[in-house]
């Protein structure tokens, strides 16, 4: 089993099932401020609603989460063990692990992590949800591609697609998303 969970992003669908791992789990230190935030979150349907009308959540979130849980009374929202500022190394014996904390198109507490050869991306080259109805910031988008291409050589894994991909494969399909999707500025 796993010694460590390191959580890329504060979303619900990255972090709620954090409560249910025996892990020490690490996140960068916006991540843990956000989640942080949502522990004290009520989860009954009036609250839901609340923060659904203020803002605080969407509608795609909202009605995920619906589908996911059976009843709000499972939704256990806990604060990772372990925040850090920047980057974060683990030398685990064989294998060293970097935690390096990024500004990215789909949220600002965006984590990489890089372990051999391979760079985890969470969702960090999704579209911007919350702010952005579902699109895309063009210098926030050029930004991060810059630093992905600092990753010569790495293979990259996004959280919802079923494959890991080369680099240069993996902007080629970034930048294709973002032209279907669409920019905002």
Same mark, same amino acid.
């Given at each position: 089993?796993?010694?460590?969970?390191?959580?890329?992003?504060?979303?619900?669908?990255?972090?709620?099932?954090?409560?249910?791992?025996?892990?020490?789990?690490?996140?960068? @230190?916006?991540?843990?401020? @956000?989640?942080?935030?949502?522990?004290?979150?009520?989860?009954?349907?009036?609250?839901?609603?609340?923060?659904?009308?203020?803002?605080?959540?969407?509608?795609?979130?909202?009605?995920?989460? %619906?589908?996911?849980?059976?009843?709000?009374?499972?939704?256990?929202?806990?604060?990772?063990?372990?925040?850090?500022?920047?980057?974060?190394?683990?030398?685990?014996?064989?294998?060293?692990?970097?935690?390096?904390?990024?500004?990215?198109?789909?949220?600002?507490?965006?984590?990489?992590?890089?372990?051999?050869?391979? %760079?985890?991306?969470?969702?960090?080259?999704?579209?911007?949800?919350?702010?952005?109805?579902?699109?895309?910031?063009?210098?926030?988008?050029?930004?991060?591609?810059?630093?992905?291409?600092?990753?010569?050589?790495?293979?990259?894994?996004?959280?919802?697609?079923?494959?890991?991909?080369?680099?240069?494969?993996?902007?080629?399909?970034?930048?294709?998303?973002?032209?279907?999707?669409?920019?905002?500025?």
């Amino acid at each position: 089993l796993p010694t460590y969970t390191v959580l890329t992003h504060a979303h619900w669908d990255h972090s709620y099932g954090l409560w249910a791992t025996a892990t020490i789990s690490l996140c960068g @230190k916006k991540t843990w401020d @956000k989640i942080n935030e949502m522990t004290k979150w009520e989860w009954t349907e009036e609250a839901m609603n609340h923060r659904l009308q203020t803002g605080e959540e969407i509608p795609f979130c909202h009605e995920n989460i %619906l589908k996911e849980y059976a009843g709000l009374n499972e939704i256990h929202v806990v604060t990772p063990d372990i925040s850090f500022d920047k980057e974060l190394t683990l030398h685990l014996g064989n294998v060293t692990v970097r935690a390096i904390e990024t500004e990215n198109p789909h949220e600002e507490d965006g984590v990489l992590i890089a372990v051999d050869d391979l %760079l985890i991306l969470g969702d960090s080259s999704s579209p911007d949800y919350y702010h952005l109805n579902e699109k895309y910031d063009r210098t926030r988008l050029a930004s991060y591609l810059a630093q992905l291409n600092t990753y010569k050589g790495y293979r990259l894994v996004h959280s919802h697609i079923d494959e890991i991909l080369p680099l240069k494969q993996y902007i080629r399909m970034v930048e294709e998303n973002a032209s279907e999707t669409g920019y905002v500025q």
